[in-house]
């Protein structure tokens, strides 16, 4: 299961990032918005750019690493948008 495994990272770094999970049948618009055709898919974001996708479930270090991996794409964003 994906849930849990995205809860311990989400843990880990609280304060340092902000993880959320959104349920997809409810908030349907926002799963067209950002073009979420599987489940799970995960999206980093910086300045409310999205700057990586990865779809499918990982394990905690895996998403972990999925995350390290692009923060460095992720930090070339300095403007923000507004969504």
């Keep these: 299961m994906v849930a849990p495994e995205f809860e311990k ?40 750019r999205e700057c990586a996708r990865q779809q499918g479930g990982m394990t905690a270090p895996r998403l972990r690493q999925f995350i390290e991996q692009n923060e460095h794409a992720c930090s070339c964003f300095r403007n923000p948008v507004n969504l």
């Design 9 to 48: 990272v989400a843990a880990a770094g609280a304060g340092r990032r902000l993880v959320l999970k959104v349920n997809t049948e409810k908030l349907q618009s926002l799963a067209a918005r950002f073009r979420i055709t599987a489940i799970p898919t995960m999206i980093l974001f910086r300045d409310g």
